[in-house]
């Protein structure tokens, strides 16, 4: 424990900052784990899961076990696609609208419980609750979307056949039949469930194997869906070891939905690509923000905040890298340190704390040995830079590092933790190249007062989005637009028209009226070569696409 961390005391009743600590503790909330993980809760959430073996989850928040949870074996992940085939012909035949209207009725439930999500996702991974809330949030956005939207994506689409008039041409869209989906610990409802609403609108049924450690958050989201009117035998979801359970996920699978890592996001699309089975994978990120010499200085370290420190750090599409002008990179950290300095670190089931904890002790472990080993090579800890075992086991404060430079691991690798590196640079090339210097690719941000310069440079970045003058949510939230990375961190997009119609197989069935294609009315083969010839002619001369 630091001296700082020594002469620290903590108001329970408000939570705030008190002493010379740059990180204190919020209140601990009156709920406790036991008061929301009931035996009764754990009996309803798990009733849908195939297994019978047993595993369990813990706590992130003290390390202790949270609940026993089924195990699922190899056999019952073929039980679990077994079952789901038998259901989704029936749920393929549901009209749209019918199907629809079951995303629209979750959106209200989600919204009217809340409450009991917030503390899962709390209690399951560690998070701040606003942070969690932002989960709550894009599942909400995501139902609706594609409740209000799944029609037209998916409707008839009227093509010019090959002979206009003659030849009618209709483009369907089929459901892939069933979905097998590795979910991640990291945003337990967001990535289980919301990027399952997409496939189930589209006549899909889902096999899902979330993570262990948080299957009580993706368990209740089922639940819920059941109860907005999804036939249950529609939505498997199997418990267990990744590198055993997934797998079996991925070769049963018609289709396979992964967020993960970058090195089990190529294992997953190998094993794809081994049966010709199509995938989305949104893999990981290192993930930069550029201060411009123009920027707001004020509200770019107010966001950097948001950006860098949100969940913890333990988000796919976080800042890990902020590339600050020089011209304002003083008046910027310090700015930039004293609000990161100023956080409050809590365990308690209520809002106000502004940053959780890590979700276990291998991230601790990651973030503990990023940070030592950049200062062992020279690197300056600007705010943060240790653990916080007398908040709860896994918590870490926010950390900023000045001096980084390779080969220390937390210059190229993702931390995946609340530690942002800076750097400087004297002009927007510079940036630029800066900025795309990794094997990643998914999200960007920039921080500049003229919305046009923004707009030019984020062209340049090689990344999936790219939000300016905020850190990641904008693009995120904006689920009419597409949502993935490029380079390592991943293949395939959620959200917009490419989150849906991956889930679908595009059928054209062209109907021929009147005359053949091919010789007719007393035609040989060169009088129809010559008509065709004249035909296809005249077509591009009107213009005919």
């Known amino acids: 424990m630091t001296d700082s961390q020594a002469s620290t005391t903590t108001s329970a009743a408000s939570g705030t900052r008190v002493g010379t600590n740059p990180v204190a503790a919020a209140p601990v909330g009156a709920r406790t784990a036991a ?25 992130p928040f003290t390390g202790e076990k949270l609940a026993d949870l089924p195990e699922s074996a190899p056999e019952d992940v073929e039980a679990a696609f077994v079952r789901a085939r038998a259901a989704q012909p029936a749920w393929a035949a549901t009209p749209v609208r019918a199907r629809a209207a079951v995303l629209l009725r979750f959106h209200d439930l989600v919204l009217q419980r809340q409450s009991e999500v917030l503390d899962l996702i709390q209690l399951e991974t560690g998070k701040a609750r606003l942070h969690a809330h932002e989960e709550v949030q894009a599942v909400a956005v995501s139902a609706r979307h594609y409740g209000r939207r799944a029609v037209a994506y998916l409707k008839p689409k009227r093509h010019t056949g090959v002979v206009p008039t003659l030849t009618k041409v209709t483009e369907l869209r089929q459901p892939r039949g069933v979905i097998g989906q590795i979910a991640p610990w990291n945003y337990p409802l967001e990535l289980s469930v919301g990027d399952a609403l997409p496939a189930f609108v589209s006549g899909n049924a889902v096999v899902m194997k979330p993570d262990t450690e948080t299957a009580l958050t993706a368990l209740w989201a089922r639940d819920l869906l059941i109860e907005a009117g999804l036939p249950a035998e529609v939505f498997q979801v199997v418990l267990g070891v990744g590198p055993v359970i997934g797998p079996e996920v991925v070769q049963r699978a018609d289709y396979v939905s992964f967020t993960g890592s970058t090195t089990t996001g190529r294992d997953v699309a190998l094993r794809a690509a081994a049966r010709l089975v199509g995938v989305s994978l949104e893999l990981g990120g290192k993930n930069p923000m550029l201060v411009l010499e123009d920027a707001d200085v004020e509200k770019a370290a107010e966001g950097a905040v948001r950006a860098c420190f949100s969940s913890a750090g333990q988000l796919c599409i976080s800042i890990e890298r902020l590339y600050v002008h020089a011209s304002v990179a003083d008046a910027f950290v310090e700015r930039f340190a004293a609000r990161t300095k100023a956080m409050r670190l ?3 089931l209520a809002y106000g704390a502004d940053m959780g904890s890590l979700v276990s002790g291998r991230q601790l472990e990651t973030v503990t040995q990023h940070v030592a080993e950049a200062v062992e090579k020279g690197a300056v800890v ?34 995946f933790g609340p530690v942002v590196s800076l750097y400087r640079f004297t002009d927007e090339d510079e940036a630029v190249t800066l900025a795309n210097a990794t094997p990643y690719g998914l999200n960007a941000s920039i921080w500049t007062k003229d919305a046009r310069r923004g707009h030019r440079i984020a062209a340049r970045l090689r990344a999936g989005t790219v939000n300016i003058n905020e850190g990641y949510a904008p693009a995120y939230g904006s689920v009419q637009s597409p949502m993935g990375g490029m380079k390592d961190s991943g293949l395939g ?12 197989e595009a059928q054209t069935v062209a109907q021929q009226r009147l005359i053949p294609l091919a010789p007719a009315f007393g035609m040989d083969d060169e009088k129809y070569a010559a008509f065709m010839s004249r035909s296809l002619k005249a077509m591009k001369a009107f213009r005919l696409r």
């Not at 600007?382 to 980084?404: K, M, Q, S, W």
């Not at 430079?405 to 937390?410: D, G």
């Open 35 to 59: 008061d929301v993980v009931t035996p009764e809760v754990i009996a309803q959430l798990t009733r849908g899961v195939v297994g019978s073996g047993r595993t369990a989850n813990h706590s």
């Open 346 to 348: 809590g365990n308690s």
């Open 382 to 415: 600007v705010a943060g830079g240790a653990a916080r075992p007398d908040i709860g086991p896994y918590f870490h404060e926010p950390t900023i590092l000045d001096n980084v430079q390779e080969p220390m691991a937390v210059c190229t690798q993702e931390t």
């Open 493 to 504: 997009r959620r959200h917009g028209s490419e989150g849906i119609l991956k889930y679908t």
